[in-house]
């Protein structure tokens, strides 16, 4: 069992910067997959980007791609998303999720674990 705790979360300016953490308990965290989504208002969750288990291989959702960068610190059990450049469409509830995907990093589906999210609002 995993139990995920997300925090960093805030409220920042177009143009500003946030870095989430998600802090996993539990001695297997070093062997799933990690990804970030997000849910905003009125819309349905969508994929942010994932890491696999060594942190060797990424991926990004296209609208974060180049602003956006996902880590984990395997000796801390803990995966980061650094988020730069931020725009209001970036708005909404950050989930980190955690799981044995595969290769489905992109389907939420797929993750076994979630935490309980951290608010993230980019002012105009």
């Known amino acids: 069992q995993v139990q995920l705790v997300e925090s960093g979360g805030g409220l920042v300016q177009a143009g500003g910067s946030l870095r989430l953490s998600c802090a996993a308990s539990?001695?297997?965290?070093?062997?799933?997959?990690m990804g970030w989504f997000r849910q905003a208002p009125g819309k349905e969750r969508e994929f942010v980007a994932a890491?696999?288990?060594?942190?060797?291989?990424?991926y990004y959702a296209d609208s974060v791609k180049g602003r956006f960068t996902i880590s984990r610190d395997n000796a801390k059990n803990t995966v980061y998303l650094q988020m730069n450049s931020l725009k209001p469409e970036d708005t909404a509830v950050y989930y980190c999720?955690?799981?044995?995907?595969?290769?489905?990093?992109?389907?939420?589906?797929?993750?076994?674990?979630w935490g309980q999210g951290t608010q993230v609002t980019v002012s105009s």
């Open positions: 999720a955690g799981g044995g995907v595969g290769s489905y990093y992109y389907d939420g589906a797929r993750y076994d674990y």
């Open positions: 539990g001695r297997t965290f070093s062997r799933y997959a």
């Open positions: 890491i696999n288990w060594s942190g060797g291989s990424t």
